[in-house]
């Protein structure tokens, strides 16, 4: 069987990380919809800790936002800036929790695939954590900041590369 016939397959070789946008508008359809694929995540106990935060341009928090990475030029370029964050609240395990908001913001990137729109995972933002608080006006005893999605109509498809297999095996089976 050739991988890329299979659908699931396909969308993860074929999506791409993008970086520059059009200025076509993200639709609130398109935004719930990126939303409800972070939704179905797993999660350790099904838990489901994270917590999303939509953002569009005309918000004064998007400019604000931008002062707090240094990919801010692909923050004013985007259409909607998508926030996941942990509730701690919620969580019953760091390392656990942690790793099940990075399958939701996977989740996310492959549903902004799906809608044929282009995002990137912003990680960096995470090194200022306090100030993208701040600047969303977030308590800090109850949410951590795990990344924002910058999402748009893409200008580019996207460009990427993979080591082969081999390379990352640890041994062979």
């Given at each position: 069987?050739e991988?890329s016939?299979?659908?699931v ?13 059009t200025d076509?508008p ?9 939303l409800?694929?972070?939704?179905w ?9 994270w917590r999303f935060m939509?953002l ?13 990475t ?14 996941v964050?942990?509730d ?6 760091p390392?656990?929790?942690h ?8 989740n996310?990137?492959?549903?902004v ?7 990137v ?8 954590p306090q100030?993208?608080l ?5 308590d800090?005893?109850r949410?951590e900041?795990?990344a924002f999605i910058?999402v ?5 498809p996207?460009a990427s590369s993979?080591?082969?297999?081999e390379k990352l095996?640890i041994?062979e089976?």
């Open positions: 069987m991988l016939d299979n659908p397959f396909k969308a993860l070789f074929e999506r791409r990380s993008v970086r520059k946008f076509a993200v639709t609130r359809d398109e935004a719930l919809a990126i409800e694929a972070g939704r995540a797993p999660s350790g106990l099904n838990n489901q800790p939509c569009w341009p005309d918000d004064p928090r998007f400019e604000a936002l931008a002062g707090c240094k990919y801010a030029a692909v923050v004013r370029a985007c259409g909607l800036l998508v926030g964050f942990l701690k609240d919620a969580m019953y395990s390392l656990k929790d790793q099940t908001a990075g399958a939701c913001i996977q996310m990137l492959l549903g695939h799906a809608l044929g729109l282009g995002g995972w912003l990680g960096e933002i995470i090194n200022q100030q993208v701040d600047a969303l006006k977030l800090a005893e949410y900041v795990m910058a748009g109509h893409p200008a580019h996207g993979r080591e082969p297999l095996l041994e089976f």
